[in-house]
């Protein structure tokens, strides 16, 4: 009989802040969490990855390896973020030189169920709930649907 190997949720090798507050169970690895940050249950924070002060990362997020979070920004339930664009037809299958990076500005909320391929998001934004962001936001504003549209400027 074969036996799996498992591996539990754990938190290690990060760089942390100032009063960041964690509940477990949580998968957290060599990143790095600015001051006053929150991360809720069931969420993943891959290695490489750099989330600024006061922000907050909701339960069931998945936050993958070359994403940065500014300050002051929500990820709210859910949310997952995508640094494989699929170039060849298919999965990159671990050759991160096909992977694309995601950079989140400042005060940003990403709503519930939302997806974010690699793009450049700008500071104040908002993102309603079960977004698809395809491509890089360059001015502050509200978006939603799928691809993610502007509706509103701020």
Excluded at 15 to 33: D, H, L, R, T
Excluded at 56 to 73: M, R, Y
Excluded at 102 to 125: A, E, F
Aim: one cysteine or more.
């Amino acid at each position: 009989m074969n036996e799996p190997k498992i591996f539990k949720a754990q938190v290690r090798d990060v760089q942390f802040g100032k009063g960041v507050k964690i509940v477990e169970p949580a998968n957290v690895y060599e990143c790095s969490i600015g001051d006053n940050c929150f991360i809720g249950p069931f969420v993943e924070i891959q290695k490489g990855v750099v989330i600024g002060n006061r922000s907050k990362i909701q339960s069931h997020a998945f936050v993958c390896e070359l994403v940065t979070i500014g300050d002051d920004c929500v990820i709210s339930h859910g949310v997952m973020f995508i640094n494989d664009k699929f170039a060849t037809g298919g999965p990159a299958h671990g050759v991160k030189e096909l992977w694309g990076h995601t950079s989140v500005g400042n005060h940003v909320s990403i709503g519930t169920n939302s997806t974010i391929l690699p793009v450049k998001i700008c500071d104040n934004v908002v993102i309603g709930a079960g977004s698809v962001v395809t491509k890089d936001i360059t001015v502050s504003g509200i978006y939603a649907g799928n691809p993610a549209k502007l509706l509103r400027k701020l």
